[in-house]
């Protein structure tokens, strides 16, 4: 199952947008898939402490644990993803170790384009992630009334979500292939 976060908490939210396209080409493709909205789930702050048992934080937790793969679907604000989806990272921890992780950004300005490699590479260095070594960038002059208007990155999209399930689905040894279990860290 491949898990889609999208965490913007507006309602007009470009990087969902993101999302549901990419939904809709793997649901197209055959691939299961769960749409996470953190405005739809509402998660406490972690805290560090009762926050981990809260029932929001467990079913959050059930879904990337379950995941062979993550989309995170994210506003880029401050040179940065957002609050909301680095809380659920937070809050979820070690369930996000040894997955595949592909980005979907929005942003006002192609200023910024580089600034998801900031939670790539926690992910990377504290859970093990593999990150998709593509990731989808979009301005708001990629959309309209809705819906994305621009054939390229709908276009990277697709090509970012398939990358995305067969990544997930080789790490999770669906493929096939038997790999030995992880040694020392």
Partial sequence: MILIVTSSLRTDSNSRILAHEARRVLERDGVPVTLLDLREHPLPMCDGDAAYSHPAVTRAAELV????????????????A????????????????????????????MGSYMAIMSLASCLMLDFRCVVVPRFVYATGDSFTEGRISDAD??????????????LGSFLAGKDGIRRAPAGGR
């Avoid at 644990?65 to 940065?80: H, W």
């Avoid at 990155?153 to 067969?166: I, S």
Wanted: net charge positive.
């Fill in 153 to 166: 990155v709908e276009a990277r999209v697709a090509e970012l979500a398939r990358a995305t399930a067969r």
């Fill in 65 to 80: 644990g379950k995941a062979s793969a993550i989309l995170v679907a994210t506003p880029i604000y401050n040179f940065d």
């Fill in 82 to 109: 957002n609050a909301a989806v680095k809380n659920l990272i937070e809050l979820t921890g070690s369930r996000w170790e040894d997955k595949a992780v592909g980005f979907l950004c929005a942003a006002g300005a």
